[in-house]
């Protein structure tokens, strides 16, 4: 009996487990598949995040390989030689601008360029230290022409004509990303196998922890989730908001990208209808002499509109990029503000402004600044001071003011326009945004002028400030650190009439010699031409820079202008190569590249001096009389 009952408690409790498994097996069932569903995810996501970083990484290291190629001079690249010595004076100095190169970007761990000769490839220029200033026994520096071994995949691909990038891998160096670039000659075609190469290595180092930490959140991420079934729904809550805040970024930029555009794309048109409309008027109209004039008078304002709007774009792309640089040199504040006053005056009369100018005594004699960009600056505050003031009044002023950790110059302009509320200061500093869209309306302009002028000044190690009232007017000042009081040269009383810069007319300059123009613009060819004819010289004309060398001996000429960017021999390699038939006449660069970098590598190459286009005609002609003085009746020997 009692053996029964044991048996039908055993059968009884069988049962219950049965019909208990049954019960949840659902639920299980639905657990196991949701924990998978979740390892997947997040492990997909995990695979994400490191293509990502891997991405990210590439681009980086290619970023900095193009920046390195293209500051590179290639023809002195092409003429080094087993035989060339890194002491050499060319060689040294494009060794030193390599250093600067990867010491502006501290990951850059090494930058070198190399050429393949059947087959086997040869480290070129290699800028890294000849010892071993590591500590690790391992020699890092290459020699001119000393061969590298095992060419790997990312430098093979390069050497065909691909970018490439390899990384992140471990040596005895280090742990490092490399990515290299195809070097190609000045017409040089890009279906033939590239001059050299040049690479980088970056330190990956932080990218390989990052990626560590990664696989580790992942592998965390997965073990919550198999445990609870409420951290799997709360986790997955947390990516999909991270990823709706994602897509509401990326939507965000992509839509401030497009206003960019808008914006951009408004401006230039804007002036180019004037400037296309009214030229057309030229063509098919007979207009009198005072509509001809009125014609041309507005063509040129609005071309120089144009221009102003490009310098603008370019130099906000060189802040963003980092790569905007400024001097520091000995300058006086207050003939900046005179020549900012003197300039404005014109515009500021023609609305019935009062433009006047407070300096209270007293100030510094001089500082050290970027007078170029300083200026610049306060013509950008004093220009919109009176654009927006209707009637009234605007006042450059400069004052000293003293603080705990030295002496503050403070140069600002006050007007009494129509002002601003908190909201319309805070969006200041935008690209292309001014107070509101009724002001654009109403005053025009782009609004890039305040966001470049607040980076100029962050970059001189100063600040901005503005206060602003509604209909009453508006503050700007600029605050820059100076030594403490005792140390500064004080002036306490105004200079005499001395101007930070003076614009030279071009009917005050009489030019007497042989010039040489060379440039592949017809347009530009007449039209300088005709400016260097009207001042007095007598001109000769070449239309590239091979053209420039085989008739230099020939003309005599005392000085040279010359294009950079020419077909068949562009100007670099033709002021070296007259420089090696011992032609020491002034080689002048003109040319419309004006990129921050491009003065320093003409003057590397030979040029004498260098002017942007489109050309300054007052400036042009005082350059080319100054070089005409300083070097009278230098014929080149025949």
């Not at 005499?496 to 009917?507: D, K, Q």
Request: hydrophobic share 40%; net charge negative; glycine share 8%.
């Amino acid at each position: 009996m009692e053996g029964f009952v044991d048996m039908d408690g055993q059968q009884r409790m069988q049962r219950a487990w049965v019909s208990m498994l049954r019960a949840i097996a659902p639920a299980v069932l639905m657990l196991a598949v949701t924990a998978a569903m979740f390892i997947v995810t997040v492990r997909t996501i995990t695979r994400v995040g490191e293509n990502q970083l891997r991405a990210k990484l590439a681009q980086l290291a290619l970023n900095a390989a193009r920046m390195g190629a293209a500051h590179l001079d290639l023809d002195l690249h092409a003429s080094i030689t087993p035989e060339s010595s890194k002491a050499e004076p060319a060689i040294a100095r494009e060794l030193g601008e390599m250093r600067r190169t990867r010491m502006a970007n501290p990951e850059l761990k090494y930058i070198y360029t190399m050429r393949r000769v059947d087959g086997k490839a040869y480290f070129i220029l290699d800028p890294a230290p000849e010892t071993d200033t590591d500590g690790d026994g391992v020699v890092d520096a290459a020699g001119i022409w000393e061969p590298y071994e095992d060419l790997d995949p990312g430098l093979a691909a390069a050497f065909e004509g691909h970018e490439a990038f390899a990384g992140p891998y471990t040596d005895k160096w280090g742990t490092f990303m490399t990515a290299a670039v195809p070097l190609w000659l000045s017409g040089q075609s890009r279906e033939e196998p590239p001059h050299g190469i040049l690479a980088v290595d970056m330190t990956a180092s932080r990218f390989t922890r990052e990626l560590a930490t990664l696989h580790k959140t992942g592998e965390a991420i997965e073990l919550i989730g198999m445990v609870s079934l409420t951290g799997i729904a709360c986790l997955l809550g947390v990516l999909g908001w991270g990823r709706a805040k994602a897509e509401r970024r990326a939507t965000l930029a992509s839509r401030a990208r497009s206003e960019f555009l808008a914006n951009m794309s408004h401006e230039i048109r804007t002036p180019l209808t004037a400037i296309l409309g009214f030229s057309e008027l030229l063509e098919e109209e007979r207009p009198s002499e005072a509509g001809r004039a009125e014609y041309a008078s507005t063509i040129r304002r609005q071309a120089q509109h144009l221009l102003a709007l490009i310098n603008d774009i370019l130099d906000l792309s060189k802040v963003e990029a980092g790569r905007m640089s400024v001097e520091s040199v000995e300058c006086s504040p207050v003939a900046i503000i005179e020549e900012v006053g003197s300039l404005l005056s014109v515009t500021a009369d023609g609305k019935g402004v009062e433009l006047r100018t407070e300096l209270e005594w007293p100030l510094p004699a001089t500082i050290r600044s970027d007078p170029f960009r300083l200026r610049q600056v306060l013509i950008n505050l004093a220009g919109n001071a009176v654009k927006f003031t209707p009637k009234g009044r605007v006042t450059i002023w400069a004052r000293l003011s003293d603080a705990p950790d030295g002496t503050r110059l403070r140069l600002g302009v006050t007007d009494t326009g129509i002002g601003m509320t908190p909201e319309q200061v805070s969006r200041l500093y935008r690209p292309f945004s001014q107070g509101d869209q009724s002001t654009s309306r109403q005053f025009g302009g782009t609004g890039l002028g305040l966001a470049i002028s607040k980076r100029l000044i962050e970059l001189m190690g100063g600040e901005i400030e503005v206060s602003s009232v509604p209909a009453e007017g508006s503050t700007f000042a600029v605050v820059i650190p100076l030594p403490e009081r005792g140390s500064l040269e004080l002036s306490e009383r105004a200079p005499e009439a001395e101007r930070a810069g003076h614009a030279i007319a071009p009917a005050e300059v009489a030019l007497r010699g042989r010039i040489l123009l060379v440039d592949d613009g017809p347009d530009n060819l007449r039209l300088i031409s005709h400016v260097l004819r009207r001042a007095g010289a007598d001109v000769e004309t070449a239309t590239n820079g091979r053209e420039a060398v085989e008739r230099v001996r020939e003309i005599g000429p005392d000085l040279i202008l010359m294009d950079v960017q020419m077909p068949e021999m562009d100007g670099y390699r033709a002021v070296r190569e007259m420089r090696r038939m011992g032609v020491r006449v002034p080689v002048l660069a003109l040319t419309a590249d004006a990129m921050s970098g491009t003065r320093e590598r003409c003057l590397r190459a030979g040029y004498s001096d260098y002017q942007s286009k489109p050309i300054d005609r007052g400036a042009l002609l005082a350059m080319c009389a100054r070089w005409l003085d300083e070097t009278p009746g230098a014929r080149i020997a025949a």
